[in-house]
């Protein structure tokens, strides 16, 4: 009895994988047929039973070679239309930017062409990278929206704009400063001073100004310490300065015990200075090798 139930099992299941293969077959034999089809009309009535079955690589490939031949035709908007949404679909956010801009500038007065102006920008907001990586997919998302914006500013796409420029402003905001960042670590004080003023002035909104202002403070006091002699009494005036703003500005920051504390050893500096009490740095490094900068960037900058 054991047996005739397994064997009845194996039937069964080899009568499924051969439906399958038969189905497999059968559909690749009706898309090779459509692919090879002379008549576009019947490659776009293929394709479009491909995409209404979410099958939106086939009805790509279909509708690729009959998107130029279309133009003037009745048919030409839509088929370009979901053209655009089978690249969106398959991620290649890219590419459904490119056809989307294209049909709204073909068909500015579609009834898609709202739709198909917010997803050219919505495409590019897709592709943009996480903020470690360059973003000027970011960048041009958001003049994209901007745009969307400008052009239909009482519809539903420009509330959808607004809260996604929202968002990469931030990216744009949070990489700026982590450049500045990587700037500092890597020793190169003279240009982290200039990317900390330039993101202040960038992103007068961004919540980490007062740590911005710190960290400006910061590399200028370390560039005036690690400066030849005559240059050391300019910079510390100027990291005092930086700590004046940032006092100034940001009362109750977190950073402002920090900053006290630089300000402490910048006011002690200066009256070495004024006692010629501190000798050129470099000086000092060739009495001791342990402080030899190692880094060019730093010792370039240092000067």
Request: charged share 30%; glycine share 2%; proline share 4%.
């Amino acid at each position: 009895m054991k047996l005739q139930s397994m064997k009845n099992i194996q039937l069964v299941f080899l009568l499924i994988c051969t439906l399958l293969v038969t189905g497999i077959f059968s559909s690749c034999s009706k898309f090779t047929k459509a692919m090879s089809n002379p008549n576009w009309r019947e490659r776009d009535k293929m394709a479009q039973k491909y995409y209404e079955e979410g099958d939106y690589y086939r009805a790509g490939l279909l509708w690729e070679d009959v998107v130029p031949i279309v133009k003037g035709d009745p048919r030409a908007e839509d088929i370009q239309f979901k053209y655009a949404y089978c690249h969106f679909y398959q991620k290649q956010y890219l590419l459904a930017a490119y056809y989307f801009k294209n049909f709204y500038f073909t068909y500015r007065r579609s009834p898609n062409a709202p739709e198909a102006y917010f997803m050219n920008a919505f495409s590019l907001y897709k592709d943009s990278p996480r903020t470690h990586l360059d973003q000027e997919s970011s960048k041009e998302a958001i003049q994209a929206f901007q745009d969307v914006i400008n052009t239909y500013p009482e519809s539903d796409y420009a509330k959808r704009a607004s809260n996604h420029l929202d968002e990469l402003r931030a990216k744009l905001e949070l990489k700026a400063f982590e450049n500045a960042e990587l700037f500092y670590n890597l020793g190169r004080f003279k240009s982290a001073v200039i990317a900390l003023e330039n993101f202040q002035k960038d992103f007068p909104d961004a919540p980490q100004l007062d740590e911005a202002a710190f960290l400006r403070l910061k590399s200028e006091y370390d560039l005036a310490r690690n400066s030849i002699y005559s240059k050391q009494k300019e910079r510390y005036e100027l990291s005092k300065e930086y700590y004046f703003y940032l006092i100034d500005r940001y009362p109750q920051s977190t950073f402002v015990r920090d900053a006290e504390n630089i300000y402490g050893n910048i006011e002690k500096a200066l009256k070495n200075i004024e006692k010629g009490e501190i000798i050129d740095t470099k000086e000092k490094d060739k009495k001791d090798p342990k402080k030899i900068t190692t880094s060019e960037g730093s010792a370039g900058e240092s000067e």
